[in-house]
Every structure is written in structure tokens, then in C-alpha cells.
């Protein structure tokens, strides 16, 4: 009896070991997304899912498994190892329409607030290079106040304000784009050719590399010549991700950016540029 009993706890032990194991070893993590538009097919669906996972790959070598729910107009993804769930969440649903635009620095916004400094004392941090294309920063509780009064301008056909994408969910900083009426973006994601990510081996800063198709050199060259030492705003579905100053015209399509990114920074930016738009809107499933 004691041997069938001690048999009994052994087993058990070995049991409660191995699912020990098999959950350190292999823990999965699924994310489940839905589109409600009005208009889904099985063939947007499908197209939705080919971007999702050409996004994935491109940011992470982690494995992973996707699967379309039709019926649900549903996307599911598991993850095989343990990752940054709010990135790849947000890898998931972010549309991904990127635009490129001229922008204001603090002095020529200044100039077309006719000398009204009151939008400038709503913010936490005020940049003191008047040629900085950053207007303001401030904390995101203070987004909505500051939206309010931005709406009271009645600047649309000149200008069109826009926030930073916020990463780290830190401070947020304010943007003044040039929309010249209805010609807002100077070029858009359908311009681009390829998007990738890069550490430079002597400064260790991580880039973003861009080219641009061969029919959008010569306007991506015009728009350089004209903002030497300004800044072009590109910008992800209306959230501002950088505000590289332009040091000479740009002839050959290719342009380098760098700054004070993370690795995962660039490798999220160049993960969406390099994979187009997604055909729906879709939504996390809690």
C-alpha cells in the first residue's frame, strides 16, 4: 500500500513539474482583433491578416501564429514566447497611412498667431529654438484642453496642428503642419519603397533609412531644396513619429533619420512603413 501511495506522490510531483516546465519553456499569449466596418470582405479580411503578419516579421524574429476568423470578422494571433504586448497590440490595429509634411517652427506660428503668445503659456515645456518645429510639450491629460482652444483659431486652410506619437507614454509635444488649403501632404506611404531599421556601428544611434520610388525623387528633391535647415514632419495616422531638419537637398530618394530612438522605435516605424495600410479599422478584444 505504501508503494502504490509513494508510486502515487512521485507521479504527481513529475505531473506538477512538467506543466511547470512546459509553461516556461513555451508560455503563448493570444491577441484577438475585430473590424466592425460597414464593408468587410473575406478578401480584406485576408489582405488585413497578410500585413499584420508582414509587420510582425519585420519587427520581431519571435515566432508566432495567425489564424482569420471570418464568421467574426476576427484576426487572432498567438505568440509563442513572451513579448511587449501594447506593441505588438498596437502593430495589430494601427492603420499605418503615413504623410510627409513642411512645417512651422515657433517663430513663423508666432507670426501667424499675429503675436498672440497665449497658445504657447498652455504648455508644461516650451522649446527655446525658435526654429524648432515643436511648439510645446505637455503632460497627454492636458491633450483635450489645449485641443479645445486650438479649435478656436479658425487656422484649417493654413495650418493643421498635430501630437506626437508618444512611445513611452511620457509628455506629448504639439506640431504645426502647413496645410497650403486643400494640399496638405507633401508625399504619402504610397511614395515610399521601402522603410527599414539601422544602428549606425560608429555612433550606436539607431535610423530610420527611406526610399522613395523612382517617381517621387524629383518631388522629394524639390521639397528638400526648399526647407534647408526646416523641419519635414512624417507623420502615422495623424500622430507626429518624427521632425528630421533637412541640411541639403535630397536628389537620389534616400534619406536617412536620426534622433533619440530605441531600437524598438525603429523597428515599430519601419515595421508600418514597409507594409502599407490596412484595408479595416479593427479593435483589441479584452
Not at 22 to 43: A, E, F, G, H
Not at 190 to 215: G, H, L, P, W, Y
Not at 260 to 268: A, D, F, N, P
Request: net charge negative; glycine share 4%.
Amino acid at each position: 500500500m505504501k508503494t502504490i501511495f509513494y508510486t502515487f506522490i512521485a507521479i504527481l510531483i513529475f505531473g506538477i513539474m512538467a506543466m511547470s516546465f512546459t509553461d516556461k519553456t513555451n508560455p503563448k499569449t493570444s491577441i484577438l482583433i475585430q473590424s466592425d466596418d460597414s464593408k468587410i470582405s473575406s478578401l480584406s479580411l485576408s489582405q488585413s491578416a497578410t500585413i499584420i503578419s508582414n509587420r510582425l516579421k519585420d519587427f520581431s524574429s519571435e515566432k508566432f501564429e495567425i489564424m482569420i476568423i471570418p464568421e467574426k470578422n476576427q484576426i487572432q494571433v498567438t505568440l509563442m514566447n513572451d513579448q511587449d504586448l501594447k506593441t505588438i497590440e498596437n502593430l495589430m490595429i494601427q492603420k499605418g497611412t503615413l504623410a510627409f509634411y513642411e512645417t512651422y517652427n515657433h517663430k513663423s506660428l508666432a507670426e501667424l498667431l499675429k503675436g498672440d503668445d497665449h497658445l504657447f503659456s498652455l504648455f508644461t515645456t516650451v522649446t527655446a529654438n525658435k526654429s524648432s518645429a515643436e511648439i510645446g510639450c505637455t503632460s497627454s491629460m492636458e491633450v483635450e484642453k489645449i485641443n479645445d482652444y486650438l479649435n478656436t483659431l479658425g487656422l484649417d486652410q493654413k495650418c493643421k496642428f498635430a501630437w506626437s506619437q508618444h512611445f513611452d507614454g511620457s509628455e506629448v509635444c504639439l506640431y504645426a503642419l502647413k496645410t497650403n488649403g486643400d494640399k496638405a501632404a507633401l508625399l504619402s506611404g504610397a511614395d515610399i519603397e521601402s522603410v527599414t531599421s539601422n544602428q549606425d556601428k560608429a555612433s550606436k544611434n539607431n535610423e530610420i533609412d527611406i526610399r522613395f520610388k523612382e517617381s517621387s525623387v524629383e518631388l522629394w528633391a524639390k521639397v528638400t531644396k526648399r526647407n534647408i535647415n526646416n523641419a519635414i514632419a512624417i507623420v502615422l495616422d495623424n500622430n507626429v513619429i518624427a521632425t528630421p531638419i533637412v541640411r541639403s537637398e535630397i536628389t537620389g530618394g534616400h534619406s536617412t533619420i536620426t534622433g533619440s530612438y530605441t531600437q524598438t522605435e525603429v523597428r515599430y516605424i519601419a515595421a508600418i512603413g514597409n507594409n502599407g495600410e490596412l484595408p479595416l479599422h479593427f479593435k483589441i478584444l479584452k
